[in-house]
T-cell receptor
Framework: EDQVTQSPEALRLQEGESSSLNCSYT??????LFWYRQDPGKGPEFLFT???AGEEKEKERLKATLTKKESFLHITAPKPEDSATYLC?????????????FGQGTTLQVKP | DAGVIQSPRHEVTEMGQEVTLRCKPI?????LFWYRQTMMRGLELLIY????????DSGMPEDRFSAKMPNASFSTLKIQPSEPRDSAVYFC???????????FGQGTRLTVV
């Protein structure tokens, strides 16, 4: 069964304390992996796309990496405004149509 | 571009009533997704369309749910009859093509009492 699992479910950091979020997947025909940020009461906001193992993307304090089995979202020196739920989604294309499945998310709280 | 537009933003209805949620995707996008989000189950894919054609509706919970996409700029998700367990936030998302990132609307918060 195709599955996307994120860990931890929740993470509390002090401002400036770097950490990583994990997204592991078991899907056939992976075509891409996406990271999103979701603030309360809003829709998910796109952050990164990764298409192949070894690929890395960066944006401000965030860096996403991809291996054949998992992806990491590294947060360097986070600030309180980085507090949000981070979602990973896997696009697999087993029937050439494109199906996007989300993990349960990691809720990050950064304290000043 | 205004992004993906969903309406209404909030809907409160009584059990047994019909509910229709609406979505306008980003112009030029070829794929459209309907998701449901709850605390317990996270974001669940209900159905998705490619070029207005339903591709996979295996996530639709039961026959009370139906979705249509009559043209490239409009889609509806209908629940008839609604039940309290349908209470959730429903999101619509669209993508330029089937292999690119999805852009989400602000969601419709549905409460069935």
């Amino acid at each position: 069964e195709d599955q996307v699992t994120q860990s931890p479910e929740a993470l509390r950091l002090q401002e400036g304390e770097s950490s990583s979020l994990n997204c592991s997947y078991t899907v056939s025909g992976l075509r891409g992996l996406f990271w999103y940020r979701q603030d309360p009461g809003k829709g998910p906001e796109f952050l990164f796309t990764l298409y192949s193992a070894g690929e890395e993307k960066e944006k401000e304090r965030l860096k996403a990496t991809l291996t054949k089995k998992e992806s990491f979202l590294h947060i360097t020196a986070p600030k309180p405004e980085d507090s949000a739920t981070y979602l990973c989604a896997v696009l697999f294309d087993s029937s050439n149509t494109g199906k996007l499945i989300f993990g349960q998310g990691t809720t990050l709280q950064v304290k000043p | 571009d205004a992004g993906v537009i969903q309406s209404p933003r909030h809907e409160v209805t009584e059990m047994g009533q019909e509910v229709t949620l609406r979505c306008k995707p980003i112009s030029g996008h070829n794929s459209l997704f309907w998701y449901r989000q709850t605390m317990m189950r996270g974001l669940e894919l209900l159905i998705y369309f490619n070029n207005n054609v339903p591709i996979d509706d295996s996530g639709m919970p039961e026959d009370r749910f139906s979705a249509k996409m009559p043209n490239a700029s409009f889609s509806t998700l209908k629940i008839q009859p609604s039940e309290p367990r349908d209470s959730a936030v429903y999101f619509c998302a669209s993508t330029l093509d089937r292999l690119t990132e999805a852009f989400f609307g602000q969601g419709t918060r549905l409460t069935v009492v």
